[in-house]
């Protein structure tokens, strides 16, 4: 179990063997945590002296083939006009905040314009106790 304030890596990864236009990831967030975002510093901070490091040497916003990305209290998305065929991998980094039993969801991936082309990952629990 997790305790309040551990800070969380999320790995998403994907595969494509064609190139794709439109495609739309919305990966969901368990209800008891924030996401760290790379653009505030104080965030940024909070992360392992290596997990920084490794951070500054990817640079910030690395989801370079992603031309819009947005972060909300429920989800992370991302948007791309094309994507070439190969794999994806994207980290970032949760805050657990309320300690309970909460959901993760599981993330999607589509073709915004041919909603039959899409992969889901499974749901998950995430358990947060008290420090």
Not at 51 to 68: A, I, M, V, Y
Not at 82 to 107: D, E, M
Request: glycine share 6%; aromatic share 10%; with cysteine.
């Amino acid at each position: 179990a997790l305790k309040k304030f551990d800070i969380v890596s999320v790995c998403v990864e994907f595969f494509t063997s064609t190139q794709r236009e439109h495609v739309a990831l919305c990966d969901g967030l368990p209800a008891g945590c924030d996401v760290l975002q790379e653009d505030r510093e104080n965030d940024m901070a909070l992360l392992p002296n290596n997990e920084q490091q490794t951070h500054k040497e990817r640079g910030n916003l690395s989801w370079p083939w992603w031309d819009f990305t947005h972060v909300t209290d429920t989800t992370v998305e991302a948007f791309c006009g094309q994507l070439q065929p190969g794999s994806y991998k994207k980290q970032y980094y949760l805050r657990a905040i309320n300690p309970g039993l909460w959901v993760f969801p599981r993330a999607v991936i589509e073709q915004m314009y041919a909603p039959q082309v899409r992969g889901a990952s499974g749901e998950a629990m995430m358990l947060i106790g008290t420090p």
